[in-house]
């Protein structure tokens, strides 16, 4: 028998409001805490209703953690950024689907995102230009190793050798 409505009903209002976040899209454990609480809702029964999701397999934080991550990777941001980004959000473990690439994978991430976005030349002599790419990868999350062969590429289509 289903339960009853009841708006001051804590529980029920936060089963309601979870269920309504997850249905959206995935959520970390710590991210649907904090919306709860938000929403006046005591802790102690956010702590219980979160723990019956997780049972349930609705909650998952990593699955929220891979999915995070892969839609993050497709914008084009690197590693380092992914990594802060899922600890704001509560998750402090790293993604498979991070885990699996190596430097030569992110490297050749920020070599396609740097193209993209400022062209193959050759900027080895203009320091001035080269800082501001690196800046800007730097800003996008991919360390000094995979920075440094984004900027020693040279897209041999360009022709400026």
Known sequence: ?????????QEYKAR?????LLARREHSRAELSLKLRQRKIENGVIERVLDDYEA???LN?????????????????????IQAELQ???????????????DNDW?????????KRFGG???????????????????????ADHIEAALDFVDPEDGLF
């Open 1 to 9: 028998m289903a339960k009853q409505e009841n708006p001051d009903d």
């Open 16 to 20: 309601s409001v979870a269920l309504r």
């Open 56 to 58: 349930e397999g609705w």
């Open 61 to 81: 934080d990593d699955r929220f953690a891979d999915v995070y991550a892969r839609q993050r990777m497709d914008l084009g941001y690197g590693p380092l950024r």
């Open 88 to 102: 704001q959000r509560g998750v402090h473990r790293t993604p498979d689907c991070v885990d699996e690439r190596d």
């Open 107 to 115: 490297s050749e991430m920020a070599i396609r995102l740097r193209v």
């Open 121 to 143: 030349t050759n900027i080895r002599d203009d320091w001035e230009e080269k800082a501001r790419q690196a800046r800007f990868l730097t800003r996008r999350g991919f360390a």
